[in-house]
């Protein structure tokens, strides 16, 4: 994928949308309407999007997504609840597997860098985890801790290089030679731009 078309996917989202989440938090999204806009900007329409798989379940409905943009395929997993009246009733399956599908198709796009500033914003500042990883976030005596690198994105640019058939070595060696430091020491900034590079190299 070209530079120009990598630059139009991970240009940041002005319209973020804000939603309740988990625990009382509010979790920011991009509307399916809005990925599927910057994905004609960027490609002249030259991508795909087919439902693999879809399995409908007691209170949620699954559905396994695929993206194609010239010969670079991105699957992803998309849900949705089961939508039900107050006596219980079933509204629509259909509705809710189209929901699911709009989801797999946002989380398939994620993989091209399409709205990763929205998500890796969300998360706390990434933590040393036990057992061998291929990237670790660790801390850096001039870089604060809410600027280190996230957990998604550390755990993204893992998913990244072993995509294009990377090992631990090999992604703080590029890490090395982008920012003169390991992958597990980058900040957010660095981390996003590392993943654009990874993106446009897989």
Same mark, same amino acid.
Do not use: C
């Given at each position: 994928?070209?530079?120009?078309?990598?630059?139009?996917?991970?240009?940041?989202?002005?319209?973020? #949308?804000?939603?309740?989440?988990?625990?009382?938090?509010?979790?920011?999204?991009?509307?399916?309407?809005?990925?599927?806009?910057?994905?004609?900007?960027?490609?002249?329409?030259?991508?795909?999007?087919?439902?693999?798989?879809?399995?409908?379940?007691?209170?949620?409905?699954?559905?396994?997504?695929?993206?194609?943009?010239?010969?670079?395929?991105?699957?992803?997993?998309?849900?949705?609840?089961?939508?039900?009246?107050?006596?219980?009733?079933?509204?629509?399956?259909?509705?809710?597997? #189209?929901?699911?599908?709009?989801?797999?198709?946002?989380?398939?796009?994620?993989?091209?860098?399409?709205?990763?500033?929205?998500?890796?914003?969300?998360?706390?500042?990434?933590?040393?985890?036990?057992?061998?990883?291929?990237?670790?976030?660790?801390?850096?005596?001039?870089?604060?801790?809410?600027?280190?690198?996230?957990?998604?994105?550390?755990?993204?640019?893992?998913?990244?290089? #072993?995509?294009?058939?990377?090992?631990?070595?090999?992604?703080?060696?590029?890490?090395?030679?982008?920012?003169?430091?390991?992958?597990?020491?980058?900040?957010?900034?660095?981390?996003?731009?590392?993943?654009?590079?990874?993106?446009?190299?897989?």
């Amino acid at each position: 994928m070209d530079q120009e078309k990598l630059r139009l996917l991970t240009r940041p989202f002005a319209d973020i #949308k804000s939603r309740p989440g988990r625990n009382g938090q509010a979790i920011q999204y991009v509307e399916g309407h809005a990925i599927v806009q910057r994905l004609n900007e960027a490609l002249a329409g030259d991508w795909s999007f087919r439902v693999l798989e879809h399995d409908v379940r007691e209170g949620e409905v699954i559905v396994l997504g695929e993206l194609r943009v010239g010969d670079t395929v991105k699957q992803a997993f998309g849900g949705s609840e089961v939508t039900r009246t107050r006596e219980g009733k079933v509204v629509s399956v259909a509705d809710d597997l #189209k929901a699911a599908a709009t989801d797999a198709l946002k989380k398939a796009a994620t993989l091209l860098g399409v709205g990763m500033h929205v998500y890796v914003a969300e998360e706390p500042p990434a933590q040393v985890h036990k057992g061998p990883k291929l990237v670790e976030a660790h801390d850096e005596p001039d870089v604060p801790p809410n600027n280190r690198l996230t957990r998604k994105q550390a755990e993204f640019i893992g998913t990244l290089a #072993k995509s294009n058939g990377m090992g631990k070595h090999e992604v703080d060696e590029l890490a090395q030679r982008r920012f003169g430091k390991s992958a597990g020491f980058l900040t957010v900034k660095e981390a996003s731009e590392f993943i654009a590079a990874l993106t446009a190299a897989a």
